[in-house]
């Protein structure tokens, strides 16, 4: 996922005729999302800190983690608001 964000990023300075400057408007709502998500993921992973993992574990003095993105998310804690 990163190394195509890396790889858009680049493609002006490798091929100049491919600029956003005529771009269809929902190419660049896209790359704003794209962007948006990996920011959103990062620091998601970054509040986690060393609590983060790729799977899900109960982990050694384990916390709620109730800042961050996560300060947003506290009403899906509670099933009955599904």
């Known amino acids: 996922m990163f190394a195509g964000v ?3 990023s680049k493609m002006a300075t490798w091929f ?13 709502v896209g790359l704003i999302l794209a962007r948006s998500g990996v920011a959103f993921h990062l620091w998601a ?3 986690l800190g060393r609590h983060f993992r790729t799977i899900v ?6 916390e709620l983690v109730s800042t961050g993105p996560y300060r947003y998310l506290s009403i899906h804690r509670i099933p009955e608001l599904w």
């Open 45 to 47: 992973v970054r509040t």
């Open 16 to 28: 100049p005729a491919a600029t956003l400057a005529g771009a269809h408007p929902l190419l660049v």
């Open 6 to 8: 890396f790889l858009a």
């Open 57 to 62: 574990i109960i982990q050694q003095g384990h």
